[in-house]
């Protein structure tokens, strides 16, 4: 079956500052990778999918991703952040056995300092 | 073009109480999806529908039944609702998996308390 695991619950930084988010999967099959944000008192959005092709991964607001099939992982990035980004970053999985499947990680809360 | 509804956005139960969420969705999207959101857990899917009239287990289904006789519509129900079902809970419809476009568009949420 699928699993994510998201290695940190919580990543404080300073504003400005580089941020990686830790994602890794367990599939032995192609996989489908998703990282959503949640902001405050807000629902999901996706912020950048993994299907296919080259293995990084740009999305919204300035944040990537790269897929690494030797490492199982699909860490996010983003080289310098702003207090706008406060929220609680999820990874997702679909694929392999259970290709209708998404499952999510437990997230991540990334908190900025000023 | 509303995305996707869910109804009722609060609810309080008691212990043995029984209601059902209500999940709508106007972009004629095959894959629905039923999840719950507790701190430090993440989302967990519950149960899932790949169409009309299919419904199928998910990480978490013990407590909950589902059904979907309508395309648009994805229906949660509590039979005999526990305190450990207090939660928020989410639905979303997916656009068509591995094409371009595919994404999650989720509702805002419902959140359950049990009492």
């Known amino acids: 079956a699928q699993s994510v695991t998201q290695l940190d619950s919580q990543v404080p930084v300073f504003e400005e500052a580089p941020v990686e988010l830790r994602c890794n999967y367990s599939?032995?099959?192609?996989?489908?990778l998703f990282w959503y944000v949640q902001y405050p008192n807000q629902g999901l959005q996706l912020l950048l999918k993994?299907?296919?092709?080259?293995?990084l991964v740009k999305g919204i607001n300035g944040f990537e991703a790269e897929f690494n099939k030797s490492q199982t992982s699909f860490h996010l990035r983003k080289p310098s952040v702003h207090i706008s980004d406060t929220a609680e970053y999820f990874c997702?999985?679909?694929?392999?056995?259970?290709?209708?499947?998404?499952?999510f990680g437990s997230g991540t809360r990334l908190s900025i300092r000023p | 073009n509303a995305g996707v509804t869910q109804t009722p956005k609060f609810r309080v139960l008691k212990t043995g109480q029984s209601m059902t969420l209500l999940c709508a969705q106007d972009?004629?999207?095959?894959?629905m999806y039923w999840y719950r959101q507790d701190p430090g857990m993440g989302l967990r899917l519950i149960h899932y529908?790949?169409?009309?009239?299919?419904?199928a287990k998910g990480e978490v289904p013990d407590g909950y039944n589902v059904s979907r006789l309508k395309k648009q519509n994805f229906l949660l129900g509590l039979e005999s609702a526990a305190p450990s079902q207090t939660s928020v809970y989410f639905c979303?419809?997916?656009?068509?998996?591995?094409?371009?476009?595919?994404?999650?568009?989720f509702g805002s949420g419902t959140q359950l308390s049990v009492l």
């Open positions: 979303a419809s997916r656009s068509t998996p591995g094409r371009a476009v595919e994404k999650l568009f």
């Open positions: 599939s032995s099959v192609s996989v489908y």
């Open positions: 993994y299907l296919s092709g080259s293995t």
């Open positions: 997702a999985v679909s694929g392999g056995s259970s290709a209708s499947k998404i499952i």
């Open positions: 972009m004629n999207h095959e894959y």
């Open positions: 529908s790949v169409g009309e009239g299919t419904t």
